[in-house]
């Protein structure tokens, strides 16, 4: 072992300094006022800067949250940090009391203890021999460990003896001590004992002959006491915090032993033949769920929370049964006490035939109507057990939904508005995310209804790499989820949800028609509702996984050798829950459980708006309003207007799910007949139907607008979501459509739905200023991107209706942030990088004439040709959607750069970027087949040699890419332009070429038919082409058909309604609105500036 292993004894002593680094920096200030010691001026100051530097004391707001809350000027918050152990240990005139339990502790063995833990098995050897070599480490804890059993153990006797229970008193002892906390554990020490493993290898230290034998060697140094308590001493926080996780372990145990004996009559089947508490997480001192099962095999559950909401949520299914469902739910025996409570397990069966399955599943629907009513939460895959022809919801925690309520001034953002509206919040309903960042790209979807195993987990985790050997180290990475018992199975197989959307609609419509026409029996006076009325129930503010990811930091081996470290990291919390009325205590709550190793709970009455955390703070006035009243109101808004919005959402939310060929999504239509003549009035009618839409389905705040839409969130991954800021789907591009429909029809609701969606965007802008980075998951640059905040949009909507302000706000707050992130930018692509930033850029230079902006599209336009790699012929780009080959086309390939080159081009005057736009060309070119219309599909996944007629992937979108430089007369770049605009018009023309009919899919912009349309009407102009007007014609005539007969076919699988521009209904209008008025509305696809020429009056 290293040689600064200093072995001193085997006893700790509490008088030595080190371990009062340990100490909390509120401890330290309780235990005496002024720090003992001075540093001078210059020392202080120095430590101030270093600690304002460091998130998160560099947000201001933060920093004097966190002196309030200590009660210190900065300067005197400063000193604390620079106090060394003698000079913190000089603070207390006795050891804290965790520290007073350990003084004299014998770190080697203690027969007493140790015989305990031998005889009740505690140190059983692991199943998974991998796990059994490196449970090894965990020899450095055995003494606490061991002296936790021993308590426990002694008090489970106790406890036995005192409630005369006819428990054997030494098996519950030996099924309680088995439960000891070693995944908890492991994780706290894991970390430190690894980075002594490699210290010591790297030092040499370690004897035998390869790496298994080094850290079988290192494992068995930790049961020296010496040398563990060495270790120890390093890490003095370590040793506090695994102290404190056994006796909080200790503590839940011997709670739960009570339980056990003061239930016994109620509860009792027997012997006991095992018990485990590995289900869920742990919050409130250690607290969570436990399973009993007997010696007969019977299995019962025990949950350390009362369980009166359980129990008034059978009654309510009991109710339902009563009225008429069809088919009946199911009902759980429950056993309530005021804190705790015991519930029949629910063993997962298979179905025996499809009726069964289809019955399952519309009882979800029908369960999906009373979560909705009742503002469920939470309901994903671990909460849902499917149990032969029933799905069973076992554990209501989260009923009652209502939000925190905002500080007076805040904004009133939509999003979260625009989920709790709908039944997606109950958790129930498919949600796949795909984190911005992953290479794979590969949706996770952990919802109650949908969920498989074997998926990769939504972000990724802590796991070790060359385990059990001494070049073990922490790596993290995507792993496999689990087993699940949430979906039926039928002749071995697991049944896919998505195959039974219409059973899970027809019980969710039986359910939800009931509820509206009883709507008096349930949320009227004396209704079932009043049942719930004193009922506790968990308020959820955060992701259990954002908890357990941020305790796991918390552990680094950094953060362990003094507390104030570990302190100013959980100070982090402090800067969230800024906007809301009882942030700040909130915030303190939050970080009190977390420093005591718990996943924060918050928990409130149904009628009341206070909050109770789990550390036994009383928060007052916290909610916006009490669980009941939200409720109510959610029960007495039920309408039929509201039932096809979560018909919609429901359909949608499957749809996402079942896209494994986008193409083969769509329905599929056939328009026959000669075309005929539509009119400018018919067009505007049909896109005032849209705008119409758009204006009703909105949902609005005081400060905020938004809708609910499908986007993709990768390759083959759709989900449904509150729209973005972004052009692509988000709220921009729908503003785009509604200004200019106001504009050519004169309607006001129109132009003001598109300045409420202008006044958000500013919101969103000016909060981006503050940010350090783009919030996670949110797609950073480009036509989806969230920093872009809409600046095409707001070009156009400047030089339209010369209100400047928002594109004032883009300059100011966006211009500079894009600045950063430009340095960063990975992708060059129009639709998520470089390129689509150039084209908003090009767009506000051409309106508002700036330094700032030109500067920066010129660093856009530089980067781009940086990022072009040269190929056979020409040049082109890689991007994360492209394999190993890069792309050509529109969205994410050649043709995308060479646009928003040609764009800021054309809006400087320059010819500075022409070289690098014939060079994309000639990439592109050279992928031409013989024989084949057309350019190739170069995506991952796309057969060999297969084209698409598309304006994002294929030959509409590289014409519309050349018809820019094909403007410039003469000039080489338009020549080679034309000769491409000619090669695409007859790709497409082929496409086309069944001359008695038209094959429509979609009709969306971005990959649908009005694409085409509007690349045929820029061609036939471009090159004076009579066939492309000619099959323009026969295209609009298809389009009006389809729409008129079917509605307005999305982009998106199964062609459902989506408000959205690219792929949506806001694009079909303005395909419309282009059609009707095309000397008014700019070519979107090519992202023309405005032509419109109000400029900035300044």
Same mark, same amino acid.
């Given at each position: 072992m290293p040689s600064d292993l200093d072995v001193t004894g085997d006893h700790l002593d509490a008088r030595t300094s080190e371990w009062y680094l340990a100490t909390r920096l509120g401890e330290r200030l309780a235990a005496h006022g002024e720090p003992p010691t001075a540093l001078g001026d210059d020392g202080v100051s120095d430590?101030?800067?270093?600690?304002?530097?460091?998130?998160?004391?560099?947000?201001?707001?933060?920093?004097a949250a966190v002196l309030r809350g200590h009660g210190l000027t900065p300067e005197g918050f400063a000193r604390l940090f620079r106090e060394t152990a003698d000079e913190v240990c000089g603070r207390f005139k006795r050891p804290p009391v965790w520290l007073s339990r350990l003084d004299g502790f014998p770190w080697g063995s203690d027969p007493g203890a140790s015989a305990a833990s031998r005889t009740l098995g505690v140190w059983s050897p692991e199943a998974d021999p991998e796990r059994q070599r490196i449970s090894q480490l965990l020899r450095f804890v055995r003494p606490l460990v061991d002296r936790g059993v021993e308590t426990m153990a002694t008090g489970v006797r106790a406890v036995v003896r005192a409630f005369g229970a006819p428990v054997d008193a030494d098996r519950l002892c030996a099924l309680l001590a088995r439960t000891w906390p070693r995944r908890a554990m492991t994780?706290?020490? &894991?970390?430190?004992?690894?980075?002594? &493993?490699?210290?010591? @290898?790297?030092?040499?230290?370690?004897?035998?002959?390869?790496?298994?034998?080094?850290?079988?060697?290192?494992?068995?140094?930790l049961s020296d006491p010496g040398r563990a308590l060495t270790i120890w001493r390093r890490y003095p926080t370590l040793l506090r915090e695994c102290g404190a996780l056994v006796d909080a372990w200790v503590t839940?145990?011997?709670?739960?032993?009570?339980?056990?004996?003061? *239930?016994?009559?109620?509860?009792?089947?027997?012997? &006991?033949?095992?018990?485990?508490?590995?289900?869920?997480?742990?919050?409130?001192?250690?607290?969570?769920?436990?399973?009993?099962?007997?010696?007969?095999?019977?299995?019962?559950?025990?949950?350390?929370?009362?369980?009166?909401?359980?129990?008034?949520?059978?009654?309510?299914?009991?109710?339902?049964?009563?009225?008429?469902?069809?088919?009946?739910?199911?009902?759980?025996?429950?056993?309530?006490?005021?804190?705790?409570?015991? #519930?029949?397990?629910?063993?997962?069966?298979?179905?025996?035939?499809?009726?069964?399955?289809?019955?399952?599943?519309?009882?979800?629907?029908?369960?999906?109507?009373?979560?909705?009513?009742?503002?469920?939460?939470d309901l994903h895959f671990e909460n849902v057990i499917a149990a032969g022809e029933s799905p069973y919801l076992v554990d209501l925690e989260a009923l009652f939904g209502a939000e925190l309520r905002r500080s007076e001034g805040a904004a009133?953002?939509?999003?979260?508005?625009?989920?709790? #509206?709908?039944?997606?919040?109950?958790?129930?309903?498919?949600?796949?995310?795909?984190?911005?960042?992953?290479?794979?790209?590969?949706?996770? *979807?952990?919802?109650?209804?949908?969920?498989?195993?074997?998926?990769?987990?939504?972000?990724?985790?802590?796991?070790?790499?060359?385990?059990?050997?001494? +070049?073990?180290?922490?790596?993290?990475? @995507?792993?496999?989820?689990?087993?699940?018992?949430?979906?039926?199975?039928?002749?071995?197989?697991?049944?896919?949800?998505a195959d039974h959307v219409e059973?899970?609609?027809?019980?969710? +419509?039986?359910?939800?028609?009931?509820?509206?026409? @009883?709507? #008096?029996?349930?949320?009227?006076?004396?209704?079932?509702?009043?049942?719930?009325?004193?009922?506790?129930?968990r308020r959820v503010l955060e992701a259990t996984e954002t908890y357990s990811s941020f305790l796991w930091d918390s552990?680094?081996?950094?953060?362990?050798?003094?507390?104030?470290?570990?302190?100013?990291?959980?100070?982090?919390?402090?800067?969230?829950?800024?906007?809301?009325?009882?942030?700040?205590?909130?915030?303190? #709550?939050?970080?009190?459980?977390?420093?005591d190793g718990d996943v924060p709970l918050f928990t409130s009455s149904v009628d009341g708006r206070g909050l109770l955390g789990g550390d036994g703070t009383v928060i007052d006035d916290a909610l916006e309003t009490t669980g009941l009243r939200a409720v109510r109101e959610r029960v007495l808004g039920f309408s039929p207007t509201d039932m096809r919005h979560q018909q919609w959402v429901i359909t949608s939310a499957f749809a996402c799910t079942a896209v494994e060929s986008l193409d083969a999504s769509w329905p599929v239509h056939t328009v026959t007949g000669a075309a005929h003549a539509v009119s400018r009035e018919s067009l505007v009618a049909r896109a005032r139907r849209i705008g119409d839409t758009l204006v009703t389905t909105a949902v609005r705040t005081a400060d905020d607008i938004g809708w609910l839409g499908i986007s993709p969130s990768g390759p083959l991954a759709w989900r449904l979501a509150? +729209?973005?800021?972004?052009?692509?789907?988000?709220?921009?591009?729908?503003?785009?459509?509604?200004?200019?429909?106001?504009?050519?029809?004169?309607?006001?609701?129109?132009?003001?739905?598109?300045? *409420?969606?202008?006044?958000?965007?500013?919101?969103?802008?000016r909060r981006l200023r503050h940010l350090p980075a783009p919030p996670a998951g949110v797609p950073a640059l480009g036509l989806t991107g969230e920093v872009d905040c809409g600046m095409y949009f707001a070009a156009h909507w400047a030089a339209a209706t010369g209100d400047f302000d928002l594109l004032a706000e883009l300059t100011a707050d966006v211009v500079p942030r894009l600045d950063r992130a430009v340095v960063d930018a990975a992708e060059p692509d129009l639709v998520d990088g470089l390129a689509g930033v150039l084209l908003g850029l090009s767009a506000v230079q051409a309106v508002l004439p700036s330094d700032s902006v030109a500067d920066?599209? +010129?660093?856009?336009?530089?980067?781009?040709?940086?990022?072009?790699?040269?190929?056979?012929?020409?040049?082109?780009?890689?991007?994360?959607?492209?394999?190993?080959?890069?792309?050509?086309?529109?969205?994410?390939?050649?043709?995308?750069?060479?646009?928003?080159?040609? @764009?800021?081009s054309a809006v400087m005057g320059t010819s500075r970027y022409d070289e690098t736009v014939q060079d994309a060309f000639r990439y592109e070119g050279s992928l031409l087949a013989p024989g084949v219309p057309g350019w190739p599909d170069l995506r991952p996944g796309a057969a060999e040699g297969t084209t698409m007629t598309a304006w994002c992937h294929g030959a509409p979108g590289i014409g519309i890419a050349r018809s820019v430089p094909a403007a410039r007369g003469e000039h080489p770049t338009a020549v080679a332009a034309l000769a491409d605009l000619g090669i695409a018009l007859d790709a497409t023309a082929a496409h086309y070429a069944d001359r008695s009919a038209i094959t429509v899919r979609n009709l969306s912009l971005c990959h649908g038919e009005l694409g085409n349309l509007e690349f045929l009407l820029t061609a036939s102009h471009s090159l004076d082409n009579g066939r492309g007007r000619a099959l323009a014609e026969r295209l609009i005539h298809a389009i009006c058909v389809t729409l008129d007969e079917h509605g307005p076919i999305c982009g998106v699988p199964e062609g459902l309604s989506t408000p959205g521009l690219m792929t949506g209904v806001a694009g079909i209008g303005y395909g419309l609105l282009r059609l009707a008025e095309p000397e008014r509305t700019p070519v979107v696809l090519s992202f023309e500036p405005p032509r419109l020429r109000r400029r900035w009056p300044g």
């Open positions: 430590e101030l800067a270093a600690l304002r530097d460091t998130f998160p004391y560099s947000e201001d707001e933060t920093f994780r706290l020490v &894991l970390r430190v004992l690894i980075l002594e &493993l490699n210290i010591a @290898r790297l030092r040499g230290r370690l004897p035998g002959a390869d790496g298994a034998e080094r850290f079988a060697a290192f494992a068995s140094w839940a145990r011997l709670e739960s032993c009570e339980h056990l004996c003061a *239930d016994w009559d109620a509860i009792g089947r027997g012997d &006991l033949a095992d018990i485990s508490f590995d289900v869920g997480d742990s919050h409130r001192g250690g607290r969570s769920v436990g399973i009993v099962t007997f010696q007969g095999g019977e299995k019962i559950v025990y949950k350390p929370r009362s369980l009166r909401v359980d129990e008034h949520f059978q009654t309510l299914l009991a109710w339902a049964n009563d009225e008429g469902f069809e088919p009946g739910f199911p009902t759980l025996e429950l056993v309530c006490r005021d804190d705790h409570g015991w #519930s029949e397990f629910v063993t997962p069966s298979a179905c025996s035939d499809t009726g069964q399955v289809e019955r399952f599943y519309r009882r979800h629907g029908g369960y999906l109507a009373l979560a909705h009513a009742l503002r469920a939460t009133d953002e939509v999003t979260s508005r625009l989920v709790m #509206s709908t039944v997606l919040a109950t958790g129930l309903l498919p949600n796949p995310v795909v984190r911005l960042g992953d290479a794979d790209q590969v949706p996770t *979807d952990l919802s109650g209804i949908s969920y498989r195993p074997g998926q990769l987990t939504p972000g990724q985790v802590p796991t070790w790499a060359d385990p059990a050997t001494d +070049t073990m180290r922490i790596v993290h990475r @995507r792993m496999r989820t689990g087993e699940s018992r949430n979906a039926p199975n039928l002749a071995g197989e697991t049944v896919r949800p059973d899970i609609v027809a019980g969710f +419509t039986l359910m939800y028609r009931m509820v509206e026409g @009883r709507k #008096s029996a349930l949320a009227g006076p004396g209704g079932l509702l009043e049942r719930f009325r004193d009922d506790s129930v552990y680094h081996p950094n953060l362990l050798r003094n507390a104030v470290d570990r302190d100013q990291y959980l100070d982090r919390t402090f800067a969230r829950f800024g906007s809301h009325h009882a942030g700040a205590a909130v915030a303190a #709550s939050e970080r009190r459980q977390l420093a509150p +729209t973005s800021s972004g052009m692509y789907s988000g709220a921009a591009g729908i503003a785009f459509f509604l200004l200019h429909l106001g504009l050519v029809t004169g309607a006001a609701s129109y132009t003001e739905t598109a300045a *409420d969606v202008a006044r958000s965007l500013a919101r969103r802008a920066l599209a +010129t660093r856009c336009a530089d980067a781009l040709v940086r990022a072009g790699r040269p190929q056979d012929a020409g040049v082109g780009w890689n991007s994360q959607v492209a394999g190993d080959r890069p792309l050509c086309g529109m969205a994410h390939g050649a043709s995308g750069v060479a646009l928003a080159l040609s @764009r800021w």
